[in-house]
Nanobody
Framework: QVQLVESGGDLVQPGGSLRLSCVAS????????MGWYRQAPGKEREFVAR???????SYTDSVKGRFAISRDNPKNTLYLEMNSLKPEDTAVYYC?????????WGQGTQVTVSS
C-alpha cells in the first residue's frame, strides 16, 4: 500500500524559508517520478515542482529560483526547499508519486506566508 506523509508546513513571514518533507512507503522509491502540487483557498490545485528517478527537475515559473526539489533515496524522502516566500505561496502543499501513470497523493501540509 502506497503511503505519503508530508510535514514541515508552518506560518512564516514574507521573505522567509521553509523545507517540506514527504516520506514515502509501499513503493520502490528510487524509480519513481515524484513532485509537489499546491492548492490555495478558492483555487485549483496547481503544479509546483517535479523530480524524476534520474534527478531531472522542473518547476512552475512562479517558483523558479526560489524553490528547490530534491530526494533522498535511502531515506525514501522527498523535499521541497522554499526560499524568499511570498504571500501568494500560501497554500496546502501536496506531494505525489507517479506509479504506472497513476498518481498517489499525501494528505497535505499547510504553508501560510503572512506578516
Amino acid at each position: 500500500q502506497v503511503q505519503l506523509v508530508e510535514s514541515g508546513g508552518d506560518l512564516v513571514q514574507p521573505g522567509g524559508s521553509l523545507r517540506l518533507s514527504c516520506v514515502a512507503s509501499g513503493i520502490f522509491f528510487r524509480i519513481h517520478t515524484m513532485g509537489w502540487y499546491r492548492q490555495a483557498p478558492g483555487k485549483e490545485r496547481e503544479f509546483v515542482a517535479r523530480i524524476t528517478s534520474t534527478d531531472v527537475t522542473s518547476y512552475t515559473d512562479s517558483v523558479k529560483g526560489r524553490f528547490a526539489i530534491s530526494r533522498d533515496n535511502p531515506k525514501n524522502t522527498l523535499y521541497l526547499e522554499m526560499n524568499s516566500l511570498k504571500p501568494e505561496d500560501t497554500a496546502v502543499y501536496y506531494c505525489y508519486v507517479q506509479v504506472n501513470s497513476y498518481n498517489y497523493w499525501g494528505q497535505g501540509t499547510q504553508v501560510t506566508v503572512s506578516s
